[in-house]
């Protein structure tokens, strides 16, 4: 990286950040005192604004760096996340956007609560909830510091702690500030700043192979080193049945996560009726359709244009190969276009960081406040606004994902992604579905549903390859691996269900048939609704 770049690309950096600081400012001196203004920004969002907002909360690092990263390094097995993060919104469209919207008021513990005694499954869902957004949020963090790091051109781990730092103070400054407003204006700006970005990329790489898309995967072969087997299933996860069970249970994980990320059930709340959460669905599935289409021309370019061993050399998980293609797309070293066309894809790269970041801060310190403390506070305790609660959680969760973010920091942001999206359908999806639509359910179920899926998937990442036991472990230096799976999700999933049937049909406690048919009516009609 010359000079130039780094300046250009840091200017650029600055410039969004500066625009992302005044929005929050300008929200924050309206007033945020209520609830319903800081989690949902008083309901006042139109479906196409939400779908932006929700389409910003999900392209996110993982699909703008990892995924082409993955489709860069593995071919055709990489370009499988795509498929798995787009198919899971149809899950979304029918099974939750508007059934959730017309039961809850702000979290997934609403739903489940409103059947249930309310402490025990608020504080289920609650840890839940914040367990799966620190998750996401270590992806977040990881690419942030790959970024920066190729940016500076200083791939020490000095500047990557230093970047995963800065990424979330501001973080945290946009959520305690400006609350859900803020945050949502901050993704509707970089959604466009993000899809401009990735039109602009995938028209140059179509031009410099003239269109010919059968040219480009040739040359993407042929650079990969692996000729045709680069093109078809098998080069990541096929070499043995493990490998084929592990993609097995990342495609379970991914098409069934995405209904139980926090981050996303809360966007469905800032819309006024059920009826727009549905449509801002809609908008969201169309924006990211053209959007994940991209990332497969970009992945393919960024192999046939940079080659699998530069992008490797200059990340091993490949999080930096769209960054790298749109400098050799602008003309390489020393060239002006290089330098403009890699500072502006940075630059995006890092609006994305920042408001996906602040989207799912927000959503877990809405979990911590109107969740664990209004169930865990002592009864004669001094009350605190929820939402003062909410801006003290922002700034310890972000202690908490900096500290992760550090450790996970040579890790795939994808891959990071896939095991937050194995915990969300294992621990969330379980008990919203049967709290939706099992009229037997119960409040032993609804507990043991959450914890029958999380406890598993935690531990059988601990127990796996990813933490221990190969070269590319967070600690390779020890071995406590007995999972062969990188992804518990094929095992946790089934284990969440199973744990909520199991608890449902042991309980004493006997379904209420009125409150069933109460949040039946609700959920379906919009009745009652908040």
């Known amino acids: 990286m010359t000079g130039g770049q780094q300046t250009l690309a840091l200017l650029l950096f600055s410039g969004f950040v500066a625009v992302t600081l005044g929005i929050t400012t300008w929200v924050s001196r309206r007033r945020q005192g209520s609830a319903e203004e800081f989690y949902a920004g008083g309901r006042l969002f139109s479906p196409m604004e939400n ?10 690092a993982a699909s703008f760096l990892g995924v082409t990263g993955l489709i860069a390094l593995y071919g055709y097995d990489g370009m499988l996340y795509v498929v798995g993060f787009l198919v899971a919104w149809l899950v979304v469209l029918f099974l939750v956007a508007e059934l959730v919207r017309n039961c809850g008021r702000f979290t997934l513990a609403d739903v489940v609560a409103a059947r249930m005694s309310e402490r025990p499954a608020r504080i289920a869902a609650g840890t839940s909830s914040v367990t799966v957004s620190v998750l996401y949020l270590v992806a977040q ?29 501001l973080m945290v400054i946009y959520v305690s500030l400006g609350g859900m407003r803020a945050t949502t204006w901050i993704q509707i700006v970089k959604a466009v700043l993000l899809l401009g970005g990735t039109v602009a990329l995938t028209a140059l790489v179509l031009v410099r192979f003239h269109g010919d898309f059968d040219r480009l995967l040739l040359t993407a072969a042929e650079r990969s080193g692996q000729a045709s087997a680069f093109l ?27 209904a139980g990320l926090p981050h996303i059930l809360s966007r469905f709340y800032t ?106 506070r002592r009864p004669h305790a001094k009350v605190r606004s929820e939402v003062a609660v909410a801006r003290v959680a922002a700034a310890g969760i972000g202690v908490a994902a900096i500290a992760l973010g550090l450790l996970a920091r040579d890790l795939n942001v994808a891959f990071l992604v896939g095991l937050a999206f194995a915990v969300a359908a294992s621990a969330n999806l379980p008990v919203l ?68 049937w199991l608890g449902t049909v042991t309980s004493d406690e006997v379904a209420d048939e009125a409150k069933y048919a109460e949040t039946e009516v609700r959920s379906l009609t919009g009745a009652g609704a908040v």
Not at 144 to 169: C, D, F, M
Not at 435 to 456: E, M
């Open 141 to 169: 963090m990881v690419g942030a510091g790959s970024l920066v790091a190729l940016l500076l051109g200083r791939t020490s781990g000095a500047a990557q702690a230093w970047t995963v730092i800065g990424v979330g103070t």
């Open 271 to 376: 819309v006024p009726t059920a009826r727009a959460a549905r449509r801002s669905a809609v908008w969201s599935i169309g924006l990211m359709g053209g959007f994940y289409l991209m990332t497969i021309v970009l992945g393919f370019g960024a192999a046939a244009v940079v080659g699998p061993d530069a992008v490797r050399r200059s990340n091993a998980a490949g999080n930096t190969a769209v960054p790298l293609l749109a400098f050799e797309l602008g003309g390489g070293a020393g060239s002006t276009g290089g330098t403009v066309l890699f500072a502006v894809v940075a630059a995006v790269a890092f609006a994305t960081i920042l408001a996906v970041v602040a989207g799912i801060t927000l959503a877990s310190s809405v979990s911590v406040a109107h969740d664990l403390y209004a169930s865990l």
């Open 433 to 500: 579905l049967y709290s939706l639509f099992w009229r037997s359910f119960t409040t032993r179920g609804a507990v043991w549903a959450v914890y029958g899926g999380l406890v598993p998937a935690l531990g059988l990442v601990l127990l796996s390859p990813v933490v221990s036991g190969s070269p590319d472990s967070l600690f390779p230096d020890v071995d406590f691996q007995y999972f062969p799976l990188q992804n518990p999700g094929i095992v946790s999933i089934p284990l969440g269900f199973l744990a909520g």
């Open 51 to 60: 779908g932006f907002a929700l389409a910003g909360d999900y392209m996110s």
């Open 232 to 258: 078809a299933p098998g080069l990541k996860y096929g070499g043995s049945w493990t490998a084929r069970l592990d993609f097995i249970s990342l495609g379970l994980a991914l098409v069934l996560g995405t």
